[in-house]
Nanobody
Framework: QVQLVESGGGLVQPGGSLRLSCAAS????????MGWYRQAPGKQRELVAV???????NYADSVKGRFTISRDNAKNTVYLQMNSLKPEDTAVYYC?????????WGQGTQVTVSS
């Protein structure tokens, strides 16, 4: 079992920045990958960025060059630095941890990009 607690969402103007944090507890040594997904109203949940247990990372095309995912293994925390935010980035952002074969999810944090 893994518990995930997210923080850092909020309202930001276009072009601004936010950093999301996700703290993991529980069976953290079995985590293969941690990442961030988002879901906008009326749309399906989509992958934003993922970091595997090594140094591999993967990003959605829509956020490449603007978002950066990082892990602090000492703090059992994964971060999502979001720069140059756009209105279309508005969504609920969910932290995800994958312990094969199970996905674990955080409660979600709202990110709103609006002037």
């Amino acid at each position: 079992q893994v518990q995930l607690v997210e923080s850092g969402g909020g309202l930001v103007q276009p072009g601004g920045s936010l950093r999301l944090s996700c703290a993991a507890s529980g069976s953290i040594f079995s985590i293969y990958a941690m990442g961030w997904y988002r879901q906008a109203p009326g749309k399906q949940r989509e992958l934003v960025a993922v970091a595997t247990s090594g140094t591999g990372t993967n990003y959605a095309d829509s956020v490449k060059g603007r978002f950066t995912i990082s892990r602090d293994n000492a703090k059992n925390t994964v971060y999502l630095q979001m720069n140059s935010l756009k209105p279309e980035d508005t969504a609920v952002y969910y932290c995800n941890a994958f312990l094969p074969p199970t996905d674990y999810w955080g409660q979600g944090t709202q990110v709103t990009v609006s002037s």
